[in-house]
């Protein structure tokens, strides 16, 4: 089911509640007159009535977090155009990263301080295909497991 029918759904049953916690308040407030009933709190309409409160302050973060996440994407923000198809570090915070731009491809350098063009390729150099293939993550990762075996025998 739709987030957005969960969330009215649930918003529409906790409003339904209110009109039975105004009445239970107004029945606390009659009984108060009494010896009986005006030293000792209802603790069940107390305990509803914040209960009921914490619940309408939880759905209105949760329906406000939903609302910003639908209104973040009304951007239009096209990504298909540019492709980031690989990144080297080749400093504590420096890159070079090679971007795909329709079909020309851009190696660029990135600092903390500024974004400069290095290169421009007319052709491709890199494939999505390749790059993927390459697989960064996967090599880096067989080496720290492979140090990380050998590695503590050669320690002592």
Known sequence: MNRSVLYARWTLGLAGLMPLLVKAQEAQQETGGDG????????MTTALTLGA????VLAFILFSGWIARRVQGLGGVNTQALKVVAVLSVGQKERV???EVGDKQILIGITPQSVRTLHVFDEPVVTGAQSAASGDFAR????VMGRGATGGSNDV
């Open 36 to 43: 009986i009933g005006a030293s000792t709190p209802d603790t």
């Open 53 to 56: 409160g914490l619940i309408v």
């Open 97 to 99: 990263a090679l971007v």
């Open 140 to 143: 880096k990762l067989q080496q």
